[in-house]
């Protein structure tokens, strides 16, 4: 039976979603998680990834899939007493979460690369069949230009302000992709373009050196779309999440459909896993160029098995 080499790009809350699912219907084939940098920022020194931990949290079992990030059960001292000493920061960090964030960057300043970090990371969180990478080595933070004539990184647009202001602008770092990244991109058997917002999160990736030429190297490209038209979202943070993808898509004159979102893909990806509740996108996503595949995008489980089916 085959085993597949299969690659997910992914933002956070997409990919701690299916990453787990993924992993365990691949019939031990192997995965490889290639995730967005562009949300990286410091925080009081330390060097943070929202994206990577929180897929690897949910790789780990410890992700608190209720709040959408950070660790179950998790308590915050330390921000707290920031905020006794007039200090609240605006990005809340875990006090179990900080311990992640001080090996990392300790790692760093051993001489580390973000990627080598990552991996020893994942070791000791016991991720063990599953390969954990940064899309890229480098400091690739993405920017945001708000209408009002602001520029803030995206984490402050995101989380400060809520993802509430329209954008004019969404400022991708680019730069070099990993070298780990863009090897395993053109090893793999299949290429998952994720869940996620694709412009801050899959566009991130994509505006990397080598990331498209490598993704063009793989026999099979799918792509998932990241809404579901047909249906309102009940949870807080998958309505957040979808604000600010809509503000993003904006910026590049797109709405929030799968059929406008095959468009970014053009060219990319062979597939668009579009939910069965749109079926009425399925043309403009041919038009693009892509072909639909219709799939249960709200179900974790049933959306990997159809990834699982297509890519062996």
Known sequence: MSRPSVVLL???LGGARLAPRLRDVLNQGKLSIVANVGDNLMWHGLLVCPDLDSVA???AGLWDSERGWGLRDETFRVRDTLAD???RPWFNVGDRDLALHLLRTDHLRSGYSLTDATQ???RRLGITSVEMLPASDESNETYVLLEDSRLLHFQEWYVREQADPKLGEVRLAGGMA???AVHTIESADAVILGPSNPITSIGAILALDGIEEAIRSAPRRIAVSPVVVGVEPNDAG?????????????TVGRVDTPGAIAGLYAGLAELLLIDNFDVGETEEVRRAGLQP???DLLDPAALAETLADLCT
């Open 178 to 180: 990993s070298k780990a």
């Open 85 to 87: 000493l007039h200090q």
């Open 120 to 122: 020893e990371l994942s």
């Open 57 to 59: 949290y949910a790789l």
């Open 293 to 295: 595949v219709q799939a």
């Open 238 to 250: 998958v309505r957040h999440h979808a604000l600010a993808r809509r503000r993003a898509l904006a």
């Open 10 to 12: 992914t933002g956070g």
